[in-house]
Nanobody, 133 residues
């Protein structure tokens, strides 16, 4: 089975930066959609960014565009989320996820991210990001 493990979360002051990492283990998929989602208390899970590994095309939610960067290292089966200029409003549990079924367009068009993901995807355990003012 595919397993995802996030790391890199923690507490940081407003204006700081963090880099989240997601390690993928199990069957190696050359082409898949990898995404980052987040969920704050009392709110629904929302898609943050996604990358299609078969080419590297990306999608970003409007709220994070220009501040967050998703990247990949296919040789190591890793995906990253670089976050800069952090604000308290981005405080949430961040999850790494994989979509192995959808066509590429649904990945980099944001179609998958906008749904918030579902039970058919693979999910990591989450890593907490807390930004203080």
């Amino acid at each position: 089975q595919v397993q995802l493990v996030e790391s890199g979360g923690g507490s940081v002051q407003a204006g700081g930066s963090l880099r989240l990492s997601c390690e993928v283990s199990g069957y190696f998929y050359s082409n898949k959609c990898m995404g980052w989602f987040r969920q704050a208390p009392g709110k629904e899970r929302e898609g943050v960014a996604a990358i299609y590994t078969g080419g590297g095309r990306t999608y970003y939610a409007d709220s994070v565009k220009g501040r967050f960067t998703i990247s990949q290292d296919n040789a190591k089966d890793m995906v990253y989320l670089q976050m800069s200029s952090l604000k308290p409003e981005v405080t949430a549990m961040y999850y790494c996820a994989a979509d192995l079924k959808s066509p590429p367009f649904r990945c980099y068009s944001g179609g998958w991210s906008r749904t918030g993901g579902d039970e058919n995807n693979y999910w990591g355990q989450g890593t907490q990001v807390t930004v203080s003012s």
